[in-house]
Every structure is written in C-alpha cells, then in structure tokens.
C-alpha cells in the first residue's frame, strides 16, 4: 500500500464518528402534550435535521396514522446529505408468522433503510400487558429481528423499560437483549422509558451490557421524568453506549426525552466527541429554534446553550466581570452554538449593563448621565415596568439621551371610547393626534378593541411620513397584573411584540389605568419600529 492511500484510510478511520445521533422528534417528540405535526412539518424538520448532521431520522410508526403514511412516501424525493431515515414500531404479534404480520409489513412497505423496533424486557409488561408466556416474547424478539434482517435493512432494538426489567429480572432483560443480538440486530437500545433511573445505575448496567456484549452497538434512551435524562445519556456514554437517541429541544411523553439540543455540545464541547460534521455546530440554535416554531411551541427560552436565556446577564456584578473577561459567567463562547451574550436592563443592572448596551448599540461613549438614566430605569420598575424582556424600550431610553435625537413624532392628544349598541354590539374607536415633522395629524378609527383601534388610528397619523409603518404588524400583546390586591386600582403591565419581516422588538408600558400602559407600550413600539427604518 502506498504511503499516501494508508495517510488517506488512517484520516477517514479518523473522522469516523463514534457516536452516532438518533433523533425522534417526529415519532416521539410529536407525543408531548400540545405538539402537532402535520407531515409537512415533519418533512421541514427533516430537511433542518439532515442539514445539522443527525445521523438517523425516526419518521414515525407507518400505519398508525395517514400523516405518517403520506410522510414515508414523500421523504423518499428529499435528496438527504447525512441521516438515515427510520421506521419505527413494535415485533411482530404472539403466534404470528413476521412475514404475515400486519406491523411488520407496514415497517418494510414504509421504503426507509433503517428500521427500529422495540420489545419487552420487563417481565411485569410481557405478562400484564403483552400477556405471553416469558418464553414466547423472546421468540418475538429473535424473529422479528431475523426477518427484517433477512430484508436487507439495518435493525435497531429498543430495549424497552430495560433498567426497570433489569432490576426485576436481571437474567431475563439479558435474555431479551440476547435475542435481539441472535437475530441479528444492528445496535440494542438501552431504554429508561418510565425515566425513573439515576446516573449511577444507568452507569453500571450499561457496562454489564457492554461486558456481555462486547462487538455490540449499545445505545441509550432516556425520559426526564426524573430530571436525570441528560446525566443518564452522558453516563451511558462514559460506559461504552456509542448510539444516542433523543428529541430536539427535549420534546417527549410526559417530561420529555433527554434534549439534543444541549446533548450535542455537551458531547462535542465538553467530551471532545465530534457528533456534528465539522462547522455545523454554529447552526444549532437556529435549527432547534426552528423546530420549535414548526412545531407551533414557544421558543426555548431557558435551554441551556441555545435558549436566548442562555447567555443572557441581569446582575450588574456579573456583567461587570463579563466586560473585562466574557469567561467569568459564561461557560462556553455562545458563537460555538449559534447563540450570544445579551445584557438585560433592570433594577438589577449596574452601570456596567448600561456601557454593555450602548455598546451594542454603537453608542458608546456618547451619553454622560448614566448614573441618572439608571436611576430612571429603577424607579420605572418599582413603578410597574419590566425592561428584561422589552430591550427596545431600553433602547429608547438611551437613544432620547443623545443630544441629536429627534423623536420621529409627539403624541398630543388621543381619545378612546368604547361602545355597545343593539345591532353591532361592543367595539372600540379611537382619535389621535401626533405631531410628524411640523405637522399635525388627527386620525380616527374603530377596532375589535380599545388597543386595536389606537394601533390603527397611530398607523394612520404615521403613515404619510413613515409608508414602511404599515408592514409593521402587532404580533402579541401581553397584559400582566402586579398588585392585583389592589383590585381594579392595580397596576397593569404590557408588554408589546412588533415585527417587521423577519425583525422582532419588544416594548413595556405599566399603569393602573390599562389603556395609558397599551398607549406607552404601543407608541414606544412605533417608534423603535421607525428608528429601525431610518438606520437602514
């Protein structure tokens, strides 16, 4: 052999992944409470998956239902670059030839190359739920395998229910484990499907499993039911499994299964196992914010690496180490996964927060009264306001400081009544007047209510001056109650989202009487909104 084909064969042993991905977002996932997916969901979280580097893709249980069918039909026209699409279901019915078995047939009609099934290794599900003999759920599991072997298709088996089996009946959970691996099966599949297990014992199983088995795939599966999902996964790992399965953003039955998401650079940035291919590892925010958004789920605040929380600094001491050293509250670069640091402004913050946040606004060095403008912003906050999650009223804040910053317009007056009548029943109608570069504009117009009809009558007054202002759109409103001891005398915070294609900005407005609260929020919104406008 010559020297270089032997470097060429030595670097592709090299980058061979040693531990493979095993997403089950669209089977799984799809059974956590309020999640939904039609099969073109499930063909666009396909696309974003493969894109990633996931190298296996569970579609679904063909059969089961018609959107699964429709998606195994059309997955077979996506030109996939890195997963293997995966069938998944069960092994074959007691007294039931596999070639005639009805979900047997369905796994192999479904086209996929890799087909997954699970079978019973606790002897409490083979005799209550199952309700065969110990002996004959082995033969299940040993034929079922066999024959789909004997299909030319790659076999997973999921062990479910393992570690409960195991500490029931250790010997038979064996058993199961070995009738997979007499069939044939490519990798067993380690199930903590009730997640009742802790680290240590998924540990120490999965090594016996490893001993016993040594020229075996072992994979892990994990719920959180107990909190522990991602420290089983990771102590699986660290005793030999080399197949990982789990859903985007933790997505799962009950609590969720272990979430790649923050599986992933936990395995790659903190291990140094390369699960990803190379630079891919910068798209991970992005694509588990997509699937949440496919998925019709709110945006993973709070998930570690990539939720926009991640990475975010309230406590003015914290962000004044984070300037002098991005290290001292931060556990990894966020750029490594797609994500950034953010600095939020509250009565928490310290001058430190307020530099951070001119910083980012190239602001810089421009503003002296930082001391007032803080004191400003601690007083709105006992006063009702929250600026943590409406930055561009920070923003705002800091912007009407600057000497040269000319508000794009001044409210003077604005009227709203709300009326009911016989035929047309409750609506709302409101009149503003705002002054737009030396002009006064006084508009009317009703709405389903109060807010609507002030968001529409503002747009009306701005729109002569500002056309790119009716692209805006109003894309939540939020009303929150602080003192509600007060009873109707209580002070109402809203919180407003704008957008503007794909831009997104945040305002809060806070005050007992709800309407001044909307009209601060609402106001503030229009006019980052036209800030935007005019530094593009």
Same mark, same amino acid.
């Given at each position: 052999?010559?020297?270089s084909?032997?470097?060429?064969?030595?670097?592709s042993k090299e980058n061979?992944?040693?531990?493979?991905?095993?997403?089950a977002?669209l089977?799984?996932?799809?059974?956590a409470?309020?999640?939904?997916l039609?099969?073109?969901?499930k063909?666009?979280?396909?696309k974003?998956l493969?894109?990633?580097g996931?190298d296996?893709?569970?579609g679904?249980w063909?059969g089961?239902?018609?959107?699964d069918?429709e998606?195994?039909k059309?997955v077979?026209?996506l030109k996939l670059?890195?997963?293997?699409i995966a069938?998944?279901?069960?092994?074959?019915? +007691?007294?039931?030839?596999p070639?005639?078995?009805?979900? &047997?047939?369905a796994?192999l @009609? !479904? *086209? #996929?190359?890799?087909?997954?099934?699970?079978?019973k290794?606790?002897t409490l599900?083979?005799?209550?739920?199952?309700?065969?003999?110990?002996d004959?759920?082995l033969k299940?599991?040993?034929?079922?395998?066999?024959?789909?072997?004997?299909?030319e298709?790659e076999?997973i088996?999921?062990?479910?229910?393992?570690?409960?089996?195991?500490?029931?009946?250790?010997?038979?959970?064996?058993?199961?484990?070995?009738a997979a691996?007499n069939g044939?099966a490519?990798?067993?599949?380690?199930?903590?499907?009730n997640g009742?297990?802790?680290?240590?014992?998924?540990k120490?199983?999965?090594?016996?499993v +490893?001993?016993?088995?040594?020229?075996?795939?072992?994979? &892990?599966?994990?719920h959180? @039911? !107990? *909190? #522990?999902?991602?420290?089983?996964t990771?102590?699986?790992?660290g005793?030999?499994?080399?197949?990982?399965?789990?859903t985007?953003?933790g997505y799962g039955?009950?609590?969720g299964n272990v979430?790649?998401s923050?599986?992933?650079?936990?395995?790659?940035?903190?291990?140094?196992?390369?699960?990803?291919?190379?630079d891919n590892?910068?798209?991970l925010?992005r694509v588990?914010?997509?699937v949440a958004?496919?998925?019709?789920q709110?945006?993973?605040?709070r998930s570690?690496?990539?939720?926009?929380?991640?990475f975010?600094?309230?406590?003015?001491?914290?962000?004044?180490a984070m300037?002098?050293n991005?290290?001292s509250?931060q556990?990894?670069?966020?750029?490594l996964?797609?994500?950034?640091s953010r600095?939020?402004i509250?009565?928490l913050a310290?001058?430190?927060?307020?530099?951070?946040?001119?910083?980012?606004?190239g602001?810089?060095?421009?503003?002296?009264?930082?001391?007032?403008?803080l004191?400003?912003?601690?007083?709105?906050e006992h006063n009702?306001?929250?600026f943590?999650g409406?930055?561009?009223s920070v923003?705002?804040?800091?912007l009407?400081?600057?000497?040269d910053y000319?508000?794009p317009?001044k409210?003077?007056?604005?009227t709203?009544?709300?009326?009911?009548?016989e035929?047309?029943?409750i609506f709302?109608?409101?009149?503003?007047k705002?002054?737009v570069g030396?002009k006064?504009?006084?508009m009317?117009?009703?709405?389903d209510g109060?807010?609507d009809?002030?968001?529409?009558?503002?747009s009306?007054?701005?729109?002569?001056?500002?056309?790119?202002i009716?692209?805006?759109?109003?894309?939540?409103y939020?009303v929150?109650?602080?003192n509600?001891?007060k009873?109707?005398?209580?002070?109402?915070?809203?919180?407003?989202?704008?957008?503007l294609?794909?831009?997104?900005?945040?305002t809060?407005?806070?005050s007992t009487?709800?309407?001044?609260a909307?009209w601060?929020?609402?106001?503030?919104?229009?006019?980052?909104?036209?800030?935007?406008?005019?530094?593009?």
């Amino acid at each position: 052999m010559k020297k270089s084909e032997k470097k060429s064969k030595d670097e592709s042993k090299e980058n061979e992944k040693t531990v493979k991905l095993y997403d089950a977002t669209l089977r799984e996932g799809a059974q956590a409470e309020g999640v939904s997916l039609s099969s073109t969901d499930k063909l666009k979280i396909t696309k974003l998956l493969d894109e990633l580097g996931i190298d296996y893709i569970e579609g679904g249980w063909p059969g089961s239902n018609p959107k699964d069918v429709e998606y195994f039909k059309k997955v077979k026209d996506l030109k996939l670059e890195n997963a293997r699409i995966a069938a998944f279901g069960s092994t074959c019915h +007691k007294d039931t030839d596999p070639a005639k078995d009805n979900n &047997i047939k369905a796994l192999l @009609d !479904s *086209g #996929t190359p890799v087909v997954t099934i699970f079978g019973k290794t606790w002897t409490l599900h083979v005799k209550d739920a199952l309700r065969v003999t110990l002996d004959a759920n082995l033969k299940m599991i040993e034929k079922s395998v066999k024959y789909l072997k004997s299909k030319e298709r790659e076999v997973i088996f999921d062990a479910e229910h393992f570690f409960d089996g195991y500490k029931a009946n250790s010997e038979y959970a064996m058993k199961a484990l070995s009738a997979a691996a007499n069939g044939g099966a490519d990798a067993l599949v380690l199930c903590d499907t009730n997640g009742g297990s802790l680290p240590h014992e998924v540990k120490n199983l999965t090594e016996k499993v +490893k001993l016993k088995f040594p020229d075996m795939v072992i994979g &892990i599966h994990t719920h959180n @039911d !107990s *909190g #522990t999902a991602m420290g089983n996964t990771l102590a699986a790992v660290g005793a030999g499994a080399t197949h990982v399965q789990g859903t985007t953003n933790g997505y799962g039955e009950r609590c969720g299964n272990v979430d790649l998401s923050a599986l992933i650079p936990n395995l790659q940035l903190k291990l140094g196992i390369d699960v990803l291919p190379p630079d891919n590892l910068i798209h991970l925010t992005r694509v588990a914010n997509a699937v949440a958004y496919i998925a019709n789920q709110p945006p993973p605040y709070r998930s570690p690496y990539i939720g926009r929380s991640a990475f975010a600094h309230k406590g003015g001491i914290h962000v004044s180490a984070m300037r002098r050293n991005p290290l001292s509250y931060q556990h990894i670069d966020p750029k490594l996964v797609g994500n950034e640091s953010r600095v939020l402004i509250s009565e928490l913050a310290g001058k430190s927060n307020l530099h951070s946040k001119l910083e980012e606004m190239g602001m810089s060095g421009k503003i002296d009264n930082l001391k007032e403008i803080l004191d400003k912003i601690k007083n709105l906050e006992h006063n009702g306001f929250s600026f943590e999650g409406a930055e561009a009223s920070v923003e705002l804040l800091l912007l009407r400081c600057k000497k040269d910053y000319s508000p794009p317009f001044k409210m003077l007056d604005f009227t709203v009544v709300v009326e009911h009548r016989e035929k047309r029943g409750i609506f709302a109608e409101a009149t503003v007047k705002v002054l737009v570069g030396g002009k006064v504009f006084h508009m009317a117009a009703e709405g389903d209510g109060p807010v609507d009809a002030l968001y529409i009558a503002l747009s009306k007054a701005l729109r002569e001056g500002h056309p790119l202002i009716e692209k805006f759109h109003l894309a939540d409103y939020k009303v929150h109650i602080i003192n509600s001891n007060k009873g109707t005398g209580a002070i109402t915070r809203v919180m407003i989202d704008m957008q503007l294609n794909n831009k997104y900005w945040s305002t809060v407005g806070a005050s007992t009487n709800i309407i001044e609260a909307s009209w601060t929020a609402l106001s503030d919104a229009m006019e980052y909104g036209i800030h935007l406008e005019e530094q593009n």
